[in-house]
């Protein structure tokens, strides 16, 4: 029997305990002790989990964000609730919780979605809001092995028939916003219906991924294809502009990647050979490097060489892993893991609580802070002189030790998405305007016609493409609010040094503003909406 807990900022429910107070440490959720779950997934505001028996409970911010719980209604749920309606009967294996919206895999493979449909992140054809679980029917009749809900876009992985030989390949679809070239479609126009990425149909995948900006493709033979912004390197090729996919590194660390995951902006991958490899943006040292700076292509994370990595993950700005310890044989527990020596009277025996191996005292005799396995972080515990000098390394470079190192970027923190998504009540005027922007984007919408459903089985020939006769209008680029970039003054007295360090502080608040013109267009439109 599993046990679900839940800590963190509490935000109109998603911890599931049932009270608006923020929870430092974790907590059983009491709701779920009766269920057996075996999947979480957790969004922006909201999180859902998966039963052993294929039920679906979600819970959350149901009020700002209309359907994004999927009960059929604008209720916030601050403790765990049953999905049933479309889904009963139906046993859910896979889900994914994007920012405003919700996507499930059935056992049978077919795909579902609900929440917020205002940039056609749900594939219904349409820019609908959907409070309860609804089918995406262009896929009706074919198996849907992965999807992926992204801020503004969503993508799957989907069993097609090949009419060569008559077998099945995982295709990837995208569908939503195509801004930035993140659809992999070669334009920036929305897709309201999933639709085929057509460079990639020769490739079997089996894993789709999204980032805000982003897709990635993993494909059955390990290799990995990005399509979107290529700000900060997020696309792992610098040869690649975006507009299609393009393939990362013929094989990363020697080996095929088994797992890819990714943030907001950057990408961690684990190899067949357990190497972890990051890239993208390393503010808040993300990344796993000792540092802050960007990298544009995969590059290896030493600090989990030794280490056996079975699974990765991301948040927004963060990377974890998750280590197996080796099994350590009679022989070895009886001498020192450093110099060979046999333990004795003489010589006695240390754990190291950064690697957990046996050492002799000459071998372990100094001690660190932030040890991976100490009971307190903030006190210094025996280690062993490799992970001592590991441990000295991270210490000495400031990055963790020191959170007021790193000045803070407006935007980049969940604090000011907080902020932003509080201020969302505009004035009348700019309401009026924003409704009636929506008015005319839904009568355009009804004038477009889209390509007919799936039959039941689906052949290659028969995958809707974007091409110029089927192509749908650009969607008009509404302009967000005035967005100032700080003034940064260089008076003739400044030092040079002083000069490059604004100057690269300007350039890393450039970068934020594409991210920052995003979230404020897309809660203008959320509030004329509402």
């Given at each position: 029997?599993?046990?679900?807990?839940?800590?963190?900022?509490?935000?109109?429910?998603?911890?599931?305990?049932?009270?608006?107070?923020?929870?430092?440490?974790?907590?059983?959720?009491?709701?779920?002790?009766?269920?057996?779950?075996?999947?979480?997934?957790?969004?922006?505001?909201?999180?859902?989990?998966?039963?052993?028996?294929?039920?679906?409970?979600?819970?959350?911010?149901?009020?700002?964000?209309?359907?994004?719980?999927?009960?059929?209604?604008?209720?916030?749920?601050?403790?765990?609730?049953?999905?049933?309606?479309?889904?009963?009967?139906?046993?859910?294996?896979?889900?994914?919780?994007?920012?405003?919206?919700?996507?499930?895999?059935?056992?049978?493979?077919?795909?579902?979605?609900?929440?917020?449909?205002?940039?056609?992140?749900?594939?219904?054809?349409?820019?609908?809001?959907?409070?309860y679980p609804k089918e995406v029917?262009?896929?009706?009749?074919?198996?849907?092995?992965?999807?992926?809900?992204?801020?503004?876009?969503?993508?799957?992985?989907?069993?097609?028939?090949?009419?060569?030989?008559?077998?099945?390949?995982?295709?990837?679809?995208?569908?939503?916003?195509?801004?930035?070239?993140?659809?992999?479609?070669?334009?920036?126009?929305?897709?309201?219906?999933?639709?085929?990425?057509?460079?990639?149909?020769?490739?079997?995948?089996?894993?789709?991924?999204?980032?805000?900006?982003?897709?990635?493709?993993?494909?059955?033979?390990?290799?990995?294809?990005?399509?979107?912004?290529?700000?900060?390197?997020?696309?792992?090729?610098?040869?690649?502009?975006?507009?299609?996919?393009?393939?990362?590194?013929?094989?990363?660390?020697?080996?095929?990647?088994?797992?890819?995951?990714?943030?907001?902006?950057h990408v961690a991958v684990l190899?067949?050979?357990?190497?972890?490899?990051?890239?993208?943006?390393?503010?808040?040292?993300?990344?796993?490097?000792?540092?802050?700076?960007?990298?544009?292509?995969?590059?290896?994370?030493?600090?989990?060489?030794?280490?056996?990595?079975?699974?990765?993950?991301?948040?927004?700005?963060?990377?974890?892993?998750?280590?197996?310890?080796?099994?350590?044989?009679?022989?070895?527990?009886?001498?020192?893991?450093?110099?060979?020596?046999?333990?004795?009277?003489?010589?006695?025996?240390?754990?190291?609580?950064?690697?957990?191996?046996?050492?002799?005292?000459?071998?372990?005799?100094?001690?660190?802070?932030?040890?991976?396995?100490?009971?307190?972080?903030?006190?210094?515990?025996?280690?062993?002189?490799?992970?001592?000098?590991?441990?000295?390394?991270?210490?000495?470079?400031?990055?963790?030790?020191?959170?007021?190192?790193?000045?803070?970027?407006?935007?980049?923190?969940?604090?000011?998405?907080?902020?932003?998504?509080?201020?969302?009540?505009?004035?009348?005027?700019?309401?009026?305007?924003?409704?009636?922007?929506?008015?005319?984007?839904?009568?355009?919408?009804?004038?477009?016609?889209?390509?007919?459903?799936?039959?039941?089985?689906?052949?290659?020939?028969?995958?809707?493409?974007?091409?110029?006769?089927?192509?749908?209008?650009?969607?008009?680029?509404?302009?967000?609010?005035?967005?100032?970039?700080?003034?940064?003054?260089?008076?003739?007295?400044?030092?040079?040094?002083?000069?490059?360090?604004?100057?690269?502080?300007?350039?890393?608040?450039?970068?934020?503003?594409?991210?920052?013109?995003?979230?404020?267009?897309?809660?203008?439109?959320?509030?004329?909406?509402?």
């Open positions: 029997q599993s046990e679900v807990f839940t800590w963190g900022e509490e935000c109109s429910g998603r911890l599931g305990h049932g009270a608006g107070t923020s929870i430092f440490q974790p907590r059983l959720v009491e709701s779920l002790s009766i269920c057996n779950v075996e999947t979480i997934a957790c969004g922006e505001f909201h999180t859902c989990a998966i039963t052993a028996t294929g039920d679906l409970y979600t819970w959350g911010d149901g009020t700002h964000n209309a359907g994004l719980l999927g009960h059929g209604s604008n209720v916030s749920h601050w403790i765990p609730k049953r999905v049933s309606g479309p889904l009963e009967g139906l046993q859910v294996s896979a889900v994914s919780c994007g920012t405003w919206h919700t996507a499930l895999i059935t056992s049978s493979g077919k795909l579902y979605t609900f929440g917020d449909g205002t940039i056609g992140v749900l594939g219904h054809g349409n820019r609908e809001t959907i409070s029917e262009s896929l009706k009749g074919l198996r849907t092995i992965s999807v992926s809900c992204g801020v503004w876009h969503t993508a799957a992985v989907v069993e097609v028939i090949m009419a060569q030989s008559n077998t099945s390949s995982g295709k990837l679809f995208t569908w939503g916003d195509g801004d930035k070239y993140r659809l992999g479609h070669g334009d920036r126009s929305s897709k309201l219906k999933p639709t085929c990425v057509p460079s990639l149909i020769d490739y079997n995948f089996h894993k789709a991924v999204c980032g805000h900006t982003l897709t990635i493709g993993l494909t059955t033979s390990g290799h990995i294809f990005t399509a979107g912004s290529s700000v900060y390197g997020q696309l792992g090729n610098p040869n690649n502009d975006g507009r299609y996919p393009r393939l990362v590194e013929e094989k990363l660390g020697g080996g095929g990647v088994v797992e890819v995951v990714c943030g907001a902006y190899t067949q050979s357990g190497e972890v490899y990051t890239w993208g943006k390393g503010a808040n040292g993300r990344l796993g490097h000792g540092d802050i700076a960007d990298r544009k292509t995969p590059t290896f994370v030493e600090a989990l060489r030794d280490r056996s990595v079975k699974r990765i993950a991301c948040g927004s700005g963060f990377t974890a892993a998750i280590c197996q310890h080796k099994s350590v044989s009679g022989m070895e527990q009886s001498q020192c893991s450093s110099c060979r020596q046999p333990f004795g009277f003489t010589r006695k025996r240390h754990n190291c609580y950064n690697c957990g191996l046996v050492h002799c005292h000459s071998c372990s005799s100094k001690k660190a802070l932030r040890a991976a396995l100490s009971p307190n972080p903030g006190k210094p515990y025996r280690v062993c002189d490799s992970c001592y000098l590991k441990l000295s390394k991270v210490l000495d470079s400031g990055i963790g030790h020191n959170k007021n190192n790193t000045p803070r970027i407006p935007g980049d923190s969940k604090a000011d998405k907080m902020d932003s998504k509080g201020n969302r009540v505009a004035s009348a005027n700019s309401s009026d305007m924003i409704k009636n922007l929506d008015v005319k984007a839904a009568k355009q919408t009804k004038k477009y016609d889209y390509p007919p459903q799936f039959p039941a089985i689906l052949q290659l020939k028969d995958i809707p493409f974007i091409g110029a006769a089927d192509q749908q209008p650009n969607d008009s680029t509404y302009s967000s609010p005035l967005l100032r970039l700080p003034n940064l003054n260089s008076s003739s007295s400044l030092s040079s040094e002083s000069f490059d360090i604004l100057r690269d502080a300007n350039e890393l608040l450039k970068q934020e503003v594409q991210k920052l013109k995003e979230e404020v267009f897309y809660i203008l439109i959320f509030c004329g909406n509402n």
